[in-house]
C-alpha cells in the first residue's frame, strides 16, 4: 500500500485520503477512482488549473460527492467562491459532508435542479454511478440567473443530458462576464444545439477527451483499472474571446461535429 493511501469504511460509505482533502465515496466509478487511486479525472482539473485563479468565481452544475468541487475550491482559494449544485439529496448530503471534514468555507453548496424553466423535468431516478435507492426525488427550481455575482470566471456542468438548459438559464450571466465553460457531451442528438447556442455568445468550443486514468495518480497505482480500454469523459471546453487556447485540442468546426475522428472510450455510469 503507498503511503498515501489511507482508507477505512463505515456502513455503505467509504472514507479515503485523496489527493484533495478525505473523500467520503460511494458508487462503482468514481468511487473506484478513488478506492485505487485516490483521485477522479486530474486531467479535468488540469483545466481548472489553467482557467481558475486564487480569488476566482466558478459554477459546478452537478457536483455530485464533490470529486471535483473540491479541487476547484482548493485552486480559487480562500478568497475565491465556488457555487456548488447537485439535485440528488443523497448525494447532496455527501457533498456537504466532503466539504465539512475538509472544513471547505468557500463552497456554496445548492441542493437545486438548474434549468431554464420549471417545466423541465425536476425529478428523476436515482440510476448509475449513485444508484443508492432507486428512488424519484422532488427538488428546487434554481436558474443561474438568479445569482447575484460581481464576477464569473468558469462554469463547470455535468448534468448528464440537461446541460442546454442549465447554459440557457444563464444566459444573462454567460452574457455579461464571458466565462469559460466545461461541460459534458455524450449524447449526439443533443449536441448540436448547444454547440450553436455557444456559438451565438462568440465561443471558440474544443474536444477534449480527459482521460480517467493517469500514471501519475495520488497513490502512485500504475495499473490501468480499465486497461485495455483508454476511458475518458467526453467533455467540451468553451472559450470566450482572450482566453488561452489548450495544445493539441481539435476545434469544434460546426454544430453538426462529434467525436468521430476523436479518440474516446467513454465510461459506463
Known sequence: MNGNQIQFKIGNSRFGKCRYGWMMYNGAYIGTCFEIYGEFSESEVEVFKMYLRPGA???????????LTLPMA???GAEGRIYAYESNPEIFNILCANLAINQIKNVKPV???VADSPEVETSSPVWGEH???GD???TTFAPLDNLKLKRLDFIKIDTDGNELSV???GAKIIQEFQPVIYYENDIRDKSAEII?????????IFFHPAPIFQENNFYQNRKNFWAPKNIVSLMMLAIPNGKP???GLREVKDKNDWWDDVATEKPKK
Open 131 to 133: 444508484a443508492f435507492t
Open 111 to 113: 441542493n437545486a435542479f
Open 57 to 67: 468565481c466558478a459554477i459546478d452544475v452537478g457536483a455530485h460527492i464533490g470529486d
Open 245 to 247: 487556447i489548450p495544445n
Open 74 to 76: 482548493r485552486i480559487v
Open 136 to 138: 424519484v426525488w422532488e
Open 196 to 204: 450553436q447556442f455557444l456559438l451565438n455568445f462568440g465561443y471558440r
Open 167 to 169: 447554459m440557457s438559464s
